[in-house]
């Protein structure tokens, strides 16, 4: 089955410590995103990235580090700079030829901090 | 860049029709999205319009879109209680290809 995976599911965190969510992807998709999501709110960016070594800034990315060194994989590193790290994280992927920028979801990382 | 609003609450009953509504800012964005996200879990894409069309319908859910006014809706026809969740209208930033995602709409089904 193709699609988008991430783990772990639940995450928690102590205070002062970084902790890295997994994203993997086998749809052949040059392009990966990381949102995150507060209660009651939209998905705000974080990363992105359109090829392999190679992501940009989002909105929110101060507190965050990501990689690709490979084109299946995205992962996303919360360290200890991020004030409030405690959200739902979610992945995604698109292609980048065609107009259209259906972007295809993982089904999140819920991280606390404890 | 793009800003996306959406009404936070919407209570239907079984049966009836469900209309969801989004506006948005940035009249360049080529494709409008509706997301469906069940609890605790991720999106899932149920449909997209094109920024040259009218409407888009698939099977229960039709999208109109009003260009002039910029506003975007979704309608669920028969509305289920499994269509309980929170529904996301995005907008294409096409300068960076990300999406910018509305608060999302809860849309709850009674029996």
């Known amino acids: 089955d193709g699609g988008i995976t991430q783990s772990p599911k639940y995450l928690f965190r102590k205070e002062g410590q970084n902790v890295t969510l997994s994203c993997e992807q086998n749809?052949?998709?040059?392009?990966m995103y990381w949102y995150r999501q507060d209660p009651g709110q939209g998905l705000r960016l974080i990363y992105y990235?359109?090829?392999?070594?190679?992501?940009q800034k989002g909105d929110i990315a101060e507190g965050y580090s990501v990689s690709r060194e490979k084109k299946e994989s995205f992962p996303l590193t919360v360290t200890s700079a991020q004030k409030n790290p405690t959200a739902f994280y979610l992945c995604?992927?698109?292609?980048?030829?065609?107009?259209?920028?259906?972007?295809?979801f993982g089904p999140g990382t819920r991280l606390t901090v404890l | 860049g793009e800003d996306v609003e959406q009404s936070l609450f919407l209570s239907v009953r079984e049966g009836d029709s469900s209309v969801i509504n989004c506006t948005y800012t940035d009249s360049s964005s080529t494709y409008l999205y509706w997301y469906k996200q069940e609890p605790g879990a991720g999106l899932q894409l149920l449909t997209y319009?094109?920024?040259?069309?009218d409407m888009k319908q698939d099977q229960r859910l039709t999208v109109l879109l009003n260009k002039k006014d910029k506003h975007l809706s979704l309608r669920i026809a028969d509305t289920q209680t499994g269509d309980s969740a929170i529904y996301f209208c995005a907008g294409a930033d096409t300068g960076r290809r990300a999406l910018t995602f509305g608060s999302g709409t809860r849309l709850q089904v009674q029996p």
């Open positions: 990235s359109q090829i392999v070594n190679d992501f």
């Open positions: 319009i094109f920024s040259n069309m």
């Open positions: 995604a992927s698109s292609t980048t030829s065609g107009r259209s920028n259906e972007q295809f």
């Open positions: 749809l052949n998709h040059d392009a």
